[in-house]
């Protein structure tokens, strides 16, 4: 009872296909009261259709899931008065202005006029009171999800999720947006963001989990995933006078791909050293021309998780 | 129950189309008023339905229930449609809110434009010709059974369609032509046999006929009967909207 009762999301062998696409692929994943939790994964992992089956927008094949101790199948009332969702695509009813749609969102949880005042601070705080009688339609793509932020907390939610928040917002919105979502955390909630950005979930995120190809393929501490290196990979791309015919065994881990004369190599800056690596290219007597590195992307944070074996 | 919820859905789809009123409600009252100007002034030399009735007063209530049926079922489905469309049925997704408490919002409101425009096009019409009254309780059976049930057909039509055009098609060739060969324009015993059988098996014709029974106590069929079909086909479609938005077809999906 005591572990149930610190449990905001429970998820349990969780299934979703859209026709022959297996979108969500068995997810088993607690998220804790008062948690800030990052979903991560590339494009096409599952992440909204993960957070669409948690809201009740779409139905699992299989598995259960609850909301703060209610099922949301079968306890949806209370189940979706718990959470507030920000959905990720930018929509709005251009019928309406931005506190008529706040007043209706509010309405359709059952709150009422005595709610008007929480909607009026909730305009404050997001800044939107000079947009309040403007129709969403007139809005930035910034601005339109402010209204969304605060539509999905029109009705106190204990429990706030956020699908990619920051994709299209400038840079100046996107920073005052997360000042808020902090406040919030801190105020008690349990947020969860999915972002493709490795950095915004670093910053924000006490635990992670990453998504691949509708599984988790990481489950961990903010600290935990950093300790495996997850933000230290780095891409080198070498160009060769002659074709390099024998890969060394050494470098047969770091190998990311090799076309001809063009090698790139995966490297974690924390256990691989690049001299090291260099030196065994060049001991295959290999003539290096170009040299060039990059950051990784998160498929390739994938790939060294998986490929490492370090999953658990 | 969630009352509120039910309550705040209601009053948006009624804002929905007040906010437009010139296009969902006078711009439907005028195409009324347009049928009864040209129909009775080019028929109303040839045709005497009922004794005693004038033709243009026989027109009356047909293009009424006309009006009705089509903008009842234009408001549930155009706005299901709208909201998929531009993914704000979420809005409505998200919240506490029941299969029935939806249903019930989206019908009500369908049944308050319906009856809106029913009531624009009586009261217009009623400066160029006098009319009886033969039964209000008729009248509003008739006006709220009907718009009830082509409400449930605009849910049931908006939910099913994936694009403005699967609606404008269901629009073209289900709704129009059933309240055109309804018996708006004529009474069915004018029709050769053959059309007079297949009026009977046409919902809208006993929704018509009713309802000009409540004006001039004639009618075509027997009005309780006509009352038992309406009533048959309101709860066939009604459960129906109902059990697609339980089972959350394409909308939870
Ligand atoms: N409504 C849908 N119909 C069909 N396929 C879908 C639908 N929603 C998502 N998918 C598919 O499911 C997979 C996961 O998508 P999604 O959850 O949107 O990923 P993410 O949010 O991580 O980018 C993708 O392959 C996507 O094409
Ligand atoms: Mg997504």
Same mark, same amino acid.
């Given at each position: 009872?005591?572990?149930?009762?610190?449990?905001?999301?429970?998820?349990?062998?969780?299934?979703?296909?859209?026709?022959?696409?297996?979108?969500?692929?068995?997810?088993?994943?607690?998220?804790?009261?008062?948690?800030?939790?990052?979903?991560?994964?590339?494009?096409?992992?599952?992440?909204?259709?993960?957070?669409?089956?948690?809201?009740?927008?779409?139905?699992?094949?299989?598995?259960?899931?609850?909301?703060?101790?209610?099922?949301?199948?079968?306890?949806?009332?209370?189940?979706?008065?718990?959470?507030?969702?920000?959905?990720?695509?930018?929509?709005?009813?251009?019928?309406?202005?931005?506190?008529?749609?706040?007043?209706?969102?509010?309405?359709?949880?059952?709150?009422?006029?005595?709610? =008007? #005042?929480?909607? %009026?601070?909730? $305009?404050?705080?997001?800044?939107?009171? &000079?947009?309040?009688?403007?129709?969403?339609? +007139?809005?930035?793509?910034?601005?339109?999800?402010?209204?969304?932020?605060?539509?999905?907390?029109?009705?106190?939610?204990?429990?706030?999720?956020?699908?990619?928040?920051?994709?299209?917002?400038?840079?100046?919105?996107?920073?005052?947006?997360?000042?808020?979502?902090?406040?919030?955390?801190?105020?008690?909630?349990?947020?969860?963001?999915?972002?493709?950005?490795?950095?915004?979930?670093?910053?924000?995120?006490?635990?992670?989990?990453?998504?691949?190809?509708?599984?988790?393929?990481?489950?961990?501490?903010?600290?935990?995933?950093?300790?495996?290196?997850?933000?230290?990979?780095?891409?080198?791309?070498?160009?060769?006078?002659?074709?390099?015919?024998?890969?060394?065994?050494?470098?047969?881990?770091?190998?990311?791909? =090799? #076309?001809?004369? %063009?090698?790139? $190599?995966?490297?974690?800056?924390?256990? &691989?050293?690049?001299?090291?690596?260099?030196? +065994?290219?060049?001991?295959?007597?290999?003539?290096?021309?170009?040299?060039?590195?990059?950051?990784?992307?998160?498929?390739?944070?994938?790939?060294?998780?998986?490929?490492?074996?370090?999953?658990? | 129950?969630?009352?509120?919820?039910?309550?705040?859905?209601?009053?948006?789809?009624?804002?929905?189309?007040?906010?437009?009123?010139?296009?969902?409600?006078?711009?439907?009252?005028?195409?009324?008023?347009?049928?009864?100007?040209?129909?009775?002034?080019?028929?109303?030399?040839?045709?005497?339905?009922?004794?005693?009735?004038?033709?243009?007063?026989?027109?009356?209530?047909?293009?009424?229930?006309?009006?009705?049926?089509?903008?009842?079922?234009?408001?549930?489905?155009?706005?299901?449609?709208?909201?998929?469309?531009?993914?704000?049925?979420?809005?409505?997704?998200?919240?506490?809110?029941?299969?029935?408490?939806?249903?019930?919002?989206?019908?009500?409101?369908?049944?308050?434009?319906?009856?809106?425009?029913?009531?624009?096009?009586?009261?217009?019409?009623?400066?160029?010709?006098?009319?009886?009254?033969?039964?209000?309780?008729?009248?509003?059976?008739?006006?709220?059974?009907?718009?009830?049930?082509?409400?449930?057909?605009?849910?049931?039509?908006?939910?099913?369609?994936?694009?403005?055009?699967?609606?404008?098609?269901?629009?073209?060739?289900?709704?129009?032509?059933?309240?055109?060969?309804?018996?708006?324009?004529?009474?069915?015993?004018?029709?050769?046999?053959?059309?007079?059988?297949?009026?009977?098996?046409?919902?809208?014709?006993?929704?018509?006929?009713?309802?000009?029974?409540?004006?001039?106590?004639?009618?075509?069929?027997?009005?309780?009967?006509?009352?038992?079909?309406?009533?048959?086909?309101?709860?066939?479609?009604?459960?129906?909207?109902?059990?697609?938005?339980?089972?959350?077809?394409?909308?939870?999906?």
């Amino acid at each position: 009872m005591k572990s149930q009762e610190s449990i905001a999301i429970t998820i349990k062998g969780v299934q979703k296909h859209f026709g022959q696409v297996h979108a969500l692929r068995g997810i088993d994943l607690e998220i804790r009261r008062g948690e800030f939790f990052g979903l991560l994964g590339p494009n096409g992992a599952g992440k909204s259709t993960l957070i669409n089956t948690i809201a009740g927008l779409t139905r699992a094949d299989v598995g259960q899931i609850s909301v703060m101790g209610y099922d949301v199948a079968k306890q949806y009332r209370m189940a979706r008065r718990c959470i507030g969702i920000v959905p990720q695509e930018l929509v709005y009813d251009s019928f309406f202005n931005v506190r008529e749609m706040l007043r209706l969102q509010a309405g359709y949880f059952g709150c009422g006029h005595e709610n =008007h #005042n929480w909607i %009026e601070e909730l $305009l404050d705080v997001l800044m939107l009171h &000079d947009k309040a009688d403007t129709n969403v339609k +007139a809005l930035s793509g910034g601005m339109k999800r402010r209204v969304l932020v605060a539509m999905a907390l029109v009705h106190k939610p204990d429990v706030v999720v956020l699908d990619e928040p920051t994709a299209g917002v400038d840079v100046e919105l996107r920073q005052s947006l997360w000042e808020f979502i902090k406040r919030l955390h801190n105020e008690g909630h349990t947020i969860v963001l999915t972002t493709h950005y490795l950095e915004e979930a670093e910053s924000l995120c006490d635990r992670i989990a990453i998504l691949g190809e509708g599984k988790i393929i990481a489950l961990d501490s903010k600290q935990g995933l950093l300790d495996r290196g997850v933000n230290h990979v780095q891409l080198v791309t070498l160009t060769t006078e002659d074709p390099i015919q024998d890969i060394p065994a050494q470098l047969s881990k770091n190998i990311k791909q =090799h #076309n001809g004369s %063009e090698l790139v $190599l995966q490297l974690n800056q924390k256990t &691989d050293n690049i001299i090291d690596l260099l030196d +065994a290219v060049r001991n295959t007597g290999a003539i290096i021309k170009t040299i060039k590195t990059s950051e990784a992307d998160l498929e390739d944070v994938f790939m060294e998780i998986t490929n490492n074996g370090r999953l658990t | 129950m969630n009352i509120r919820g039910f309550y705040t859905l209601f009053c948006k789809e009624l804002l929905r189309f007040y906010k437009v009123a010139v296009q969902t409600i006078l711009a439907p009252v005028i195409t009324a008023l347009l049928y009864l100007l040209v129909f009775s002034h080019v028929l109303k030399e040839h045709i005497e339905v009922y004794p005693d009735v004038s033709y243009t007063a026989f027109l009356i209530p047909g293009l009424i229930m006309m009006a009705v049926i089509q903008n009842s079922f234009a408001n549930s489905s155009s706005s299901l449609i709208q909201s998929k469309y531009t993914g704000n049925i979420l809005f409505i997704l998200l919240p506490p809110l029941s299969y029935l408490e939806f249903y019930l919002a989206f019908m009500a409101a369908a049944v308050v434009r319906g009856v809106a425009v029913g009531t624009g096009v009586l009261l217009t019409s009623l400066f160029f010709v006098d009319l009886p009254l033969h039964s209000m309780l008729y009248l509003l059976l008739f006006g709220i059974m009907s718009s009830a049930t082509l409400g449930s057909m605009g849910i049931i039509a908006g939910i099913w369609a994936d694009k403005f055009d699967h609606l404008a098609g269901f629009q073209n060739f289900v709704i129009m032509p059933l309240s055109f060969l309804s018996g708006v324009f004529y009474s069915i015993h004018s029709l050769p046999d053959i059309w007079q059988t297949a009026s009977h098996f046409n919902p809208f014709f006993y929704m018509i006929d009713g309802f000009r029974y409540s004006f001039f106590g004639q009618s075509d069929v027997d009005p309780l009967f006509s009352l038992s079909v309406v009533s048959l086909f309101l709860l066939i479609l009604a459960s129906t909207a109902m059990w697609i938005l339980k089972s959350g077809y394409k909308l939870r999906n």
